[in-house]
Every structure is written in structure tokens, then in C-alpha cells.
Antibody, heavy 115, light 107 residues
């Protein structure tokens, strides 16, 4: 069974940083691209970013709204993907989801940016 | 960016109804389109990928069709567990983009 578990969410002040982790089991993590999405309260889904597998150089893509502030990385030895979020803004408040390809989704991690 | 427009934004239907949701892309996305179902407080669930391929474990009452700019999701016989919000998403070009969602409610 494929499982994705996000962790690291919480309340953070504007301008601060937070790192989310996504631990994957039951899937060939190293061969897979990983993505992050988010959903602000009461809103629709938004793509945040993407990291290719090592076979495709592990390169990344980002939404314009987070480019330069957010960084996606991966540790294939531990089957974990990370979303490093810097210079957080109130509008980054959302539930963040990680996905394997776009087929399997984690349960989500709530990030609240507020004073 | 590619704009994805879903219609309708919401619909009311009865158990047993056939339901069709449409999704239009602002430019050609070939067949790089996915459909997701989301229930309140839950993560999205992948239903369809590559416009018409059913995800493993998804009931065959769900079907997708289309290519280029026009796509549809059909639920052949609506059941109580199908009342949810449905999203289309293109993955042809970065940034990936979603439709605004279609909320399917009980009539």
C-alpha cells in the first residue's frame, strides 16, 4: 500500500521559515517525480512545485507565487521529499499536500502564517 | 499560464443520475489532463489521468474523455459517496493549473 505522510506543519510568523517533510512508503520513491500542492482555506487547489527523479537530474519547477522563497529537495535514501518555505507570507496559509507523480496524495499538513 | 475552466461550478443531482462535468483549456494540452475528487476535510483522490485512463481501484462508473482543449468527466450513475468537489488539472506545461472545481450536491 502506498502511503505518504506529511509532517512539519504548524503556526509560524510572517517572514519566518518552515520545512515540511513527506515520507513515502510502498512505492519506488527514487524512480518517481514528487510534487507539492496547496489549498488555502475554502479555496481550490494550487500547484506549488515539482522535483524530477534522479534519472531526470532531480531538477525542480515552481509556481511563480513561491519561486525564490520555496525549495523542494529529496532524499532518495530515506524516501523523503522536503518543502523548505522561507519568507512566509499570510497568503501562504494553506493545507500542503505532497504527491507521488500526481497519483498518490498525502493527508496534508496545515501551515498557518500569522502573528 | 494555461487557464482551465470547469463547468458548471456546481450542480444538484439525484442518486442514479448520469453527471457530466466539462473542463476547457485555454490552449492545446494534448491529453495531459487529470481529474480529482475531493471530499470535505480530505485530500484529493486521483480518478483519471491522461484524460481517459482510470486510476487503479477507481470504479468504472467514472470515465474521462477529450483531448486538445475540451475534456469531460462522466459519472454514469451517481451514488451517495460521489457527492464531492471535482477538479481538473493540466500537466502539459508548467505551471500546472487547476480548474476552479465543480461541487456535486444532492438534489
Amino acid at each position: 500500500e502506498v502511503q505518504l505522510v506529511e509532517s512539519g506543519g504548524g503556526l509560524v510568523q510572517p517572514g519566518r521559515s518552515l520545512r515540511l517533510s513527506c515520507t513515502v512508503s510502498g512505492f519506488s520513491f527514487g524512480d518517481s517525480a514528487m510534487s507539492w500542492f496547496r489549498q488555502a482555506p475554502g479555496k481550490g487547489l494550487e500547484w506549488v512545485g515539482f522535483i524530477r527523479s534522479r534519472a531526470y537530474s532531480g531538477t525542480t519547477e515552481y509556481a511563480a507565487s513561491v519561486k525564490g522563497r520555496f525549495t523542494i529537495s529529496r532524499d532518495d535514501s530515506r524516501s523523503i521529499a522536503y518543502l523548505q518555505m522561507n519568507s512566509l507570507k499570510a497568503e501562504d496559509t494553506a493545507v500542503y499536500y505532497c504527491t507521488v507523480e500526481i497519483d498518490y496524495w498525502g493527508q496534508g499538513a496545515l501551515v498557518t502564517v500569522s502573528t | 499560464d494555461i487557464q482551465m475552466t470547469q463547468s458548471p461550478s456546481s450542480l444538484s443531482a439525484s442518486v442514479g443520475d448520469r453527471v457530466t462535468i466539462t473542463c476547457r483549456a485555454s490552449q492545446d494540452i494534448s491529453n495531459f489532463l487529470a481529474w480529482f475528487q475531493q471530499k470535505p476535510g480530505k485530500a484529493p483522490k486521483s480518478l483519471i489521468y491522461d484524460a481517459s485512463s482510470l486510476q487503479s481501484g477507481v470504479p468504472s462508473k467514472f470515465s474521462g474523455s477529450g483531448s486538445g482543449t475540451d475534456f469531460t468527466l462522466t459519472i454514469s450513475s451517481l451514488q451517495p459517496e460521489d457527492f464531492a468537489t471535482y477538479y481538473c488539472q493540466q500537466y502539459n506545461t508548467f505551471p500546472w493549473t487547476f480548474g476552479q472545481g465543480t461541487k456535486v450536491e444532492i438534489k
